[in-house]
T-cell receptor, first 112, second 117 residues
Framework: RKEVEQDPGPFNVPEGATVAFNCTYS??????FFWYRQDCRKEPKLLMS???SGNEDGRFTAQLNRASQYISLLIRDSKLSDSATYLC?????????????FGGGTRLMVKP | GAVVSQHPSWVICKSGTSVKIECRSL??????MFWYRQFPKQSLMLMAT?????????EQGVEKDKFLINHASLTLSTLTVTSAHPEDSSFYIC?????????????FGPGTRLTVL
């Protein structure tokens, strides 16, 4: 099993749609999890941190299932500006000061 | 807050030359800095972890003599790609981390795009 695994997509959705991405991880000792967003030819930017069962920020909801070792990201009311690659990131240790393992990313394309 | 800069943004060089990339944390002191590499259509791959004043820890398969890392201060780390070859062409991204910030995350620099001819 890969350390962090994501469906590469692309997910092509119309504006206003709800879309969900899943990510599975292999390190059962991981305590924190992150979703980053990366635009083409740019650096990753933090979208959400997940420490307990989940986190919600506006249109974005992240959920964590420790038993099954997966994290999900839900985007409601998709905007054209949401088009990007979404990276699931898991630290090897207890926090982000440890080495991060990046998933391969899921590409989202929101169309008018 | 928590801004990380990289210089240069892009560089084109001839095969065999060495290229130095700087990574600076502008408004905080970084306990640890990381160097990543990203090839087209792939995700970020960690190259090395660097703590101020100590030797960098390299990931398996990354040649320490080819990718020299110097972490001279809590706000500056440099990556030197020595004797660069076309296969070293990539997007190099640094990140910085310290404890105590409002959000526990690594802050990424804008990246340096290296093209070796």
């Amino acid at each position: 099993r890969k350390e962090v695994e994501q469906d590469p997509g692309p997910f092509n959705v119309p504006e206003g749609a709800t879309v969900a991405f899943n990510c599975t991880y292999s390190n059962s000792a991981s305590q924190s999890f992150f979703w980053y967003r990366q635009d083409c030819r740019k650096e990753p930017k933090l979208l959400m941190s997940v420490y307990s069962s989940g986190n919600e920020d506006g249109r974005f909801t992240a959920q964590l299932n420790r038993a099954s070792q997966y994290i999900s990201l839900l985007i409601r009311d998709s905007k054209l500006s949401d088009s990007a690659t979404y990276l699931c990131v898991v630290p090897r240790g207890a926090n982000a000061g440890n080495m991060l393992t990046f998933g391969g990313g899921t590409r989202l394309m929101v169309k008018p | 807050g928590a801004v990380v800069s990289q210089h240069p943004s892009w560089v084109i060089c001839k095969s065999g030359t060495s290229v130095k990339i700087e990574c600076r944390s502008l408004d905080f002191q970084a306990t640890t800095m990381f160097w990543y590499r990203q090839f087209p259509k792939q995700s970020l791959m960690l190259m090395a972890t660097s703590n101020e004043g100590s030797k960098a820890t390299y990931e398996q398969g990354v040649e320490k003599d080819k990718f020299l890392i110097n972490h001279a201060s809590l706000t500056l780390s440099t990556l030197t790609v020595t004797s660069a070859h076309p296969e070293d062409s990539s997007f190099y991204i640094c990140s910085a981390w310290t404890s105590g910030l409002s959000t526990d995350t690594q802050y990424f620099g804008p990246g340096t795009r290296l093209t070796v001819l």
